[in-house]
């Protein structure tokens, strides 16, 4: 079969106790999960900061904690996308040159692939980049496809989440934006409305901008203000095209937003919103650079907060869509210290149970941990050994009142004046 097949290959990457979808069996508190050992070739080389170490980790202490062995778990099998699958979102000159860059270096003409994004310290190319790439999109339409054909109720594609990739242009160490190509895969199919909810630090623009005038495609993006961070973009006067007003939601966030700020902005906006639009299918995004030690960026969230957002998206995925929740990873650059314990939680959620944070790491897990750091040059004494970052939370929900005072509290009620009453809610009340 040629390497741009739009069928997957039958032979899942999983522990042998995990069942392949199609399977057969009740799809109540069925989980598919996306995993391939070929998609840590999505590499940008040893001194990027986007490591695939990450994903080994997280799969790992996944596999360590028996997620991957609960009842209901089913593997999904990558395949990497047709230009035909891609051109739902991306450009054709613009994929034509991804594949330009996948060529051996000595081939490159730097000055024609940098006005796609490609080069430099962001995007550099490497060997094998596009089909890398459209692995993880097609990752993504698998978990897509699965949801649909009701062999799952819930799917996870943790190398997925490349929400800064443009129609014509890389960025923000995304190539393809597997999120967008699912999406439009998905209304393409003929799913009614799909809500997006993006969590990382970063503004889900890409993301945005691929669905801005599609009415079926509600995007929400919870981030840190783009007067101070990287895309520079995502503020609330940003509703939606002429066609779709309404339908791109901006939630922006002051620098140094705490762990329990974080989880009231998001709960202060995101269930009435998602109750609101009623989308029949639910895909999120869960970066992990929202966490305190993260190098590239300024929030100070916890993994407590991470687990309890997971936990929110998964419950109004379940009353609201009847459980047809696309979970995706994300940005997250303590690639050893904080996005394995955030994304293993993730696996947790989706698959069943939350992980009590203060559980102890396995001693397996903690062996690869070493390893790992030893390979990168990292300490090779963590600092916590357990699930959670020992920071229990303590929200002051929204309907505990409003602080104009509260830089954070003046940003949520921007947000709230600005979306909601475009879904019929009241900004002051609901």
């Known amino acids: ?29 069925t989980c598919g999960i996306v995993w391939s050992d070929d998609l840590c070739e999505y590499d940008f080389g040893p001194y990027h900061p986007m490591s695939p170490v990450r994903l080994t980790l997280t799969r790992e202490l996944a596999r360590a904690s028996g997620v991957l062995d609960r009842p209901g778990v089913r593997a999904i099998e990558p395949f990497v996308a047709s230009d035909e699958q891609l051109g739902g979102v991306h450009d054709a000159d613009y994929i034509a040159a991804v594949r330009r860059a996948s060529a051996p270096s000595e081939g490159h003409v730097f000055e024609d692939l940098i006005r796609f994004g490609i080069g430099g310290d962001d995007v ?13 999109a097609g990752g993504s339409i698998a978990a897509i496809d699965a949801i649909r054909s009701g062999e799952v109720r819930h799917a996870v594609n943790i190398a997925g989440g490349l929400h800064h990739a443009r129609p014509a242009s890389a960025s923000g160490f995304c190539v393809y934006n597997d999120a967008a190509v699912a999406i439009r895969h998905a209304l393409d ?7 997006y909810i993006d969590t990382d630090v970063h503004h889900g623009d890409g993301v945005e901008l691929a669905l801005w005038d599609e009415p079926r495609a509600i995007t929400l993006s919870v981030h840190e203000t783009g007067e101070r961070l990287f895309p520079g973009t995502g503020f609330v006067q940003d509703t939606g095209g002429a066609n779709a007003q309404g339908s791109a939601i901006n939630v922006p966030l002051p620098p140094r937003t705490t762990a329990d700020g974080w ?29 305190r030690v993260d190098p590239l960026a300024d929030f100070s969230v916890s993994l407590e907060a991470h ?19 696309l979970a995706l990873g994300g940005g997250g650059y303590a690639v050893i210290d904080v996005v394995p314990r955030s994304w293993a939680q993730l696996l947790a959620v989706a698959t069943g ?25 990292v300490s090779p004494e963590p600092s916590i050994r357990t699930y959670g970052d020992g920071r229990p939370l303590d929200v002051r929900d929204w309907e505990q009142g409003f602080d104009p005072e509260s830089a954070l509290d003046r940003a949520i009620q921007a947000a709230r004046r600005g979306a909601f009453p475009e879904w019929g809610l009241d900004p002051f009340l609901d």
């Open 307 to 325: 687990r309890e957002v997971m936990i929110m998206l998964r419950e109004l995925a379940d009353e609201v869509c009847g459980g047809r929740w």
């Open 189 to 195: 199919s003929g799913e009614e409305r799909v809500m």
């Open 263 to 291: 989880v009231r902005a998001l709960r202060a906006t995101v269930p009435a919103l998602v109750r609101a639009v009623r989308p029949t299918l639910l895909v999120t995004q869960h970066g992990a650079d929202t966490h």
């Open 353 to 377: 149970e939350a992980i009590d944070p203060t559980a102890p790491l396995p001693e397996a897990y903690l062996e690869a941990e070493a390893r790992a750091r030893g390979e990168h040059g």
């Open 124 to 136: 550099p190319s490497f060997p094998g980049m596009h089909t890398a790439s459209a692995r993880i």
């Open 1 to 29: 079969m040629p390497a741009d097949a739009s069928t997957p290959d039958p032979a899942p990457a999983l522990p042998d106790a995990a069942a392949t979808v199609g399977a057969g069996a009740d799809v109540a508190g």
